[in-house]
Nanobody, 124 residues
Framework: QVQLVESGGGLVQAGGSLRLSCAASGRTSSSSVMGWFRQAPGKEREFVACINRSTSNTLYADSVKGRFTISRDDAKNTVYLQMNSLKPEDTAVYYC?????????????????WGQGTQVTVSS
């Protein structure tokens, strides 16, 4: 089992930037892919980005491509989500997730470990 703790959320004006962090502990070596999802009020949880720990391959949702960047620091067992040019529609609770098998994908049900989430609010 992998434990995930997110940090870095907050309130920012439109056009601003935030960097989210996800610190992993426990059986981190079993995680093949680390990802970020988000859930806005009244909406379903949606995929944001993910990164393969072995190949560094990344995958992004179309809505964030070119604005968000996912990266990892294996020495710190931490995954980051750099968010630039933020928009009010990016407002959501952002969740870190880990999956044990397979490559990058957008399917939340394939991710077995989840963090508690961190709130990101973008004001217009």
């Amino acid at each position: 089992q992998v434990q995930l703790v997110e940090s870095g959320g907050g309130l920012v004006q439109a056009g601003g930037s935030l960097r989210l962090s996800c610190a992993a502990s426990g059986r981190t070596s079993s995680s093949s892919v680390m990802g970020w999802f988000r859930q806005a009020p009244g909406k379903e949880r949606e995929f944001v980005a993910c990164i393969n720990r072995s190949t560094s391959n990344t995958l992004y949702a179309d809505s964030v491509k070119g604005r968000f960047t996912i990266s990892r620091d294996d020495a710190k067992n931490t995954v980051y989500l750099q968010m630039n040019s933020l928009k009010p529609e990016d407002t959501a609770v952002y969740y870190c997730a880990a999956k044990n098998y397979g490559g990058t994908n957008k399917l939340s049900h394939t991710y077995s470990s989840w963090g508690q989430g961190t709130q990101v609010t973008v004001s217009s």
